[in-house]
């Protein structure tokens, strides 16, 4: 805080502190309520796991240009690997068909000679038995 005797500069740094607070508070709000799906719950353990069976059912997949077999091994943080994981998690819970999924991802992702090849293994590898619901909100993990 900075005092120059008349308390201006006081009152100025405590409202941008308080402003900055809430533009923060704003923004992770935001996050966890516009695409609940991109982000891994601790209770999807389901999808967690056929997320992980891709990285050895699935090696090297890429949609577009986008290299959607390091995404899994890594994880990211952009726009595109968002989008994918949503929707990934949309084909996991049903909400999406593969046809759907197919399109819809790609068009976001681009067009590739193989694509093809990556939503045929991603949607053979989908488990037979997997939760017809997407896990309740909550835990958030990166």
């Not at 726009?79 to 197919?102: C, F, H, I, K």
Request: aromatic fraction near 8%; glycine fraction near 8%; proline fraction near 5%.
């Amino acid at each position: 805080m900075i005092h120059d005797g008349r308390n201006r500069n006081v009152m100025r740094t405590s409202r941008t502190a308080s402003a900055i607070r809430a533009m923060a508070t704003v923004a992770a709000m935001t996050l966890c309520s516009c695409a609940p799906d991109a982000v891994r719950n601790n209770a999807a353990t389901g999808f967690n796991g056929y997320l992980d069976s891709l990285k050895t059912a699935c090696p090297n997949l890429r949609i577009g240009t986008s290299d959607v077999g390091q995404w899994i091994q890594y994880g990211s943080g952009d726009n595109d690997y968002n989008y994918w994981l949503d929707m990934t998690s949309r084909l996991y819970y049903g909400r999406v068909s593969p046809a759907e999924y197919r399109s819809a991802v790609g068009a976001q992702l681009g067009a590739s000679t193989s694509n093809a090849a990556a939503f045929d293994c991603m949607i053979g590898a989908l488990p037979a038995q997997r939760d017809s619901a997407p896990p309740p909100r909550g835990v958030i993990t990166y």
